[in-house]
């Protein structure tokens, strides 16, 4: 079993920072990936960003794009998210994802999810 604890979410006014953190524990191994995803009242999760642990590629949604940077300290097993210049329309629930890959299966763990508001 694998957990993901997130922290660093909260209130913040438009044009404002934040950084999330992510620390996994537990049966870390065969990482595939490791991503945000956040959820906004009314609407379906989506990815934010992730990191492909093989190669290092990240991937951003459009919409962040420039203002979001996802980085990860491998040794310590943390995932971070600096989110810049922030906007209304950023405001959700953020997750932390890490994607479990063998030779038998893929296997998604989730985090509780961290709250992120951004007031206009």
């Known amino acids: 079993q694998v957990q993901l604890v997130e922290s660093g979410g909260g209130l913040v006014q438009a044009g404002g920072s934040l950084r999330l953190s992510c620390a996994a524990s537990g049966s870390i191994f065969s990482i595939n990936a490791m991503g945000w995803y956040r959820q906004a009242p009314g609407k379906q999760r989506e990815l934010v960003a992730n990191?492909?642990?093989?190669?290092?590629?990240?991937n951003y949604a459009d919409s962040v794009k420039g203002r979001f940077t996802i980085s990860r300290d491998g040794a310590k097993n943390t995932l971070f998210l600096q989110m810049n210049s922030l906007k209304p329309e950023d405001t959700g629930v953020y997750y932390c994802?890490?994607?479990?890959?063998?030779?038998?299966?893929?296997?998604?763990?989730w985090g509780q999810g961290t709250q992120v508001t951004v007031s206009s």
């Open positions: 990191i492909i642990i093989s190669g290092g590629t990240t």
């Open positions: 994802n890490l994607r479990q890959r063998t030779y038998w299966s893929t296997r998604d763990y």
